[in-house]
Structure formats: structure tokens, C-alpha cells
């Protein structure tokens, strides 16, 4: 362990990982804060918009000797490759099942399949097929309250100006379990011009590309 004694928290901690170099960093939450009108903490800003690595958001609703399963919600992006390995590491660490879904929004049975197969093959591990009108909702369906959610979602929406209104809140909103978000590291160019051009609000659920194409 790391004991640091400063006057702002968010510097001493990204001091920290600039210093340390890590993979991940991964920051607790303690869900809604009315006072903010239902956003997240604005004190995770500066570590979501700056850290030079992967961030990982989680919001424990149970203690964790109480998780039963791990799901983690998938799709053919590049984010999802860090969501399955997160998802599969939790779930060794924790002695207990995974279950990664891939969810087709258009209502086609034969796609899900298909597109299911194919990430089954990509990940090297079963992913089960599921149709759903709203992703939402059909997450809502499917998670139980000692389940842990991981799913990926973009730099942007989960900021403080952002997350409001964005899917990750409306997952957070939607289902009752824990939840773990997860936020692949862009590379500090690319972070930089994104934030200054072309502010990241999609999630991976949200033009994802197709599942034969590369990496950005």
C-alpha cells in the first residue's frame, strides 16, 4: 500500500499512477449523489479524463464474498476485448461463474446467433446470444442482485458533464446489481484531440464497428 498525504486527492492520485505506471486503475463509487442531481462523483473526473491507462469504475451494491456471478455485456469493439478480460479476471479471482452475453438490438434471432458465434471465437470463451428491443432493459431482465455487471463504456461518458443522460447512467438506473465500468486507455495523443475535437459520447454499444474489422 501507498500512503500519501496532499491537499487534492485527484492530483495525488494520478501523481501516484504517473509515478507507478499501472494497467488499470480501478476507483470505487459509491453510486448517486443528490446533491449533484444524480451525477457521479466530480472528483473521478480528473482520474477518468487523465489517466494514462485503463480506468475501471465499480459500484458495489453487495460485499464481495456475496457476488454469485460475473456478467459481462459484449460487443465486436476494441472495448470489449478489456471487458472480457477484466470480466474473466474478477471471475477467477472470485471462484465464480461468467456469463458473457452479446445483445442484438434488431430483433433478429439468426443474427444474434451469428454475431454471438463469431465473438465466441474472438474471445475464446461461449458467448450466449440474446434479442432485446432496449439493451437496458433486457440487462435489467437478465442481471439478479448478487450478480457484478461489467461492460465497457467511452472516456466521455463518464465524466461528470457527461454521464448524465448517457448509457452508462442509464444502466446504472436500470439494474440492481453491482456494476463494474470499464474504460479502455485511447493513448495520450489521441485522448488530447478527442477531448479537443470530437468529445467521446458513444459507449461501445453505440457504433460499434463490425466484428471483422481491426483495431482503431
Sequence with gaps: G???????????????VEEELPYLVLIGWAGWDPSKERRPNVSLDPMVRNAPCDVAVLRAELPIKDISRVVAAVTGSPQAELTVSIATAVSDGLGVPLELLHYNLEGDQQEAEDEAHKLTDKFHR???????????????HEVQRGDLLVFGTSWESLTHEAFRGSLAQRIADGVDSSILMVRRFPGKVRTRLRELVTP??????EGAPDLDDGEE
Design 2 to 16: 501507498t500512503v500519501r498525504i496532499c491537499h487534492k486527492l485527484s492530483k495525488a492520485m494520478l501523481d501516484t
Design 126 to 140: 461461449t458467448v450466449e446470444p440474446r434479442v432485446a428491443a432496449d439493451l437496458v432493459a433486457g440487462l435489467s
Design 200 to 205: 467521446m459520447h458513444a459507449s461501445e454499444f
